[in-house]
């Protein structure tokens, strides 16, 4: 039991990020396994180990270099305030609030393919939420025609 959990909850640090159960993986080759970890909020958090055991994996997967590398995924979970940086609709979010920040500050010529970026991530917005209710894809072109106006 560290100190900071020894404390009653009301002056208890927050969990600022936490990992649950995170394996990463370069291609077939898993490096890190079911990894568990929660760093407070205003504490000093330090990772100690020896060469070549995961540090520097684990430190790129919470700040997410590593999806920057051909072959590797990660399972699991790393919540940042309570939201899970992995899940692919964070991606899509994301993404939709950048191009419409870059929308509104574009110039004409380039309106037109700010808007095009947006309608495809429309659309791939609209693939994980049909996907998260279990729609095949035919039930999905009746909901987007139902939509339709």
Known sequence: MTIATSLPPAVRPMDKLEAIDL???YGANQVLFSISVSVLER???????????????????????NDTIAGTRAQGQILLDGKDILDPAMNVVEQMLQLHKRLAAASERDRELYQRQIDATDQEIDRLVYNL????????????ELMRP
């Open 23 to 25: 394996d990463f993986f």
């Open 133 to 144: 209710y279990g729609l095949m894809e035919n039930e999905c072109s009746v909901a987007v």
């Open 43 to 65: 504490q000093i958090t330090a990772l100690i180990g020896p060469s070549g055991c995961g540090k520097s994996t684990f430190l790129r997967c919470l700040n997410r270099m």
